[in-house]
């Protein structure tokens, strides 16, 4: 299932979140929002029964579940390559096999498992489809996970639409958008390689 998952498009993903997660969670919260009209809870209710399908939520659920194949296929890989002798050891010092995953196994992942964690954050940053599909393309910036929201890529797309001049205010802003993201990227890989590097052990 897991590799099925990982062939899946993302666009497919974004009509999924349009067409499927969007509106259960909009009939969620607006079900919510209607059993505390009148309440003391009033304004709360009446803002939950202005939810839409399109919110950071929906579009950080799905992206979620898109990222789960890149997550636990480097997950196995790295606790994989633990050796099988520092199992071994761990059972014949007389450990449990729950022991030994947590205090022999988990500590000798950990760190590859971190360098996985913050790729696929990475990977996350320059998604666009569904965003665009599931969370809007409003850009604004709030903490709100049922506000519309967008992201970098969906304005660097959104600005260079149509035939723009190299000097234009639109296209300049693309560029800038552009180098951001690509520095906030480079730093998490960089942060990443660095985790990797510093906590790997070397095994004969």
Do not use: C, H, W
Request: hydrophobic share 50%; charged share 10%; net charge negative.
């Amino acid at each position: 299932m897991l590799e099925v998952l990982a062939g899946v498009p993302t666009v497919v993903y974004g009509f999924f979140a349009a067409l499927t997660v969007g509106p259960a969670f909009r009939e969620f919260f607006n079900g919510i929002g209607a059993q505390l009209v009148g309440g003391p809870l009033d304004g709360l209710g009446q803002y939950l029964m202005l939810v839409q399908n399109q919110m950071a939520l929906v579009a950080g659920g799905v992206m979620g579940i898109m990222l789960i194949p890149f997550v636990s296929s480097l997950s196995d890989d790295i606790i994989n390559a633990v050796p099988q002798s520092l199992r071994d050891g761990s059972y014949a010092m007389g450990a449990t096999k729950s022991e030994t995953v947590k205090r022999v196994l988990l500590p000798a992942a950990l760190p590859g498992v971190a360098g996985a964690m913050l790729l696929a954050m990475s990977r996350a940053i320059g998604e666009t489809m569904i965003v665009t599909m599931a969370a809007g393309l409003a850009a604004r910036l709030t903490l709100n996970p049922l506000d519309t929201v967008t992201t970098v890529t969906v304005q660097i797309v959104t600005l260079l639409t149509g035939d723009q001049e190299f000097d234009s205010p639109k296209t300049l802003a693309a560029f800038g958008l552009g180098l951001t993201l690509f520095l906030v990227t480079l730093a998490l890989n960089i942060v990443a390689q660095r985790i990797v590097q510093t906590y790997r052990q070397q095994y004969d």
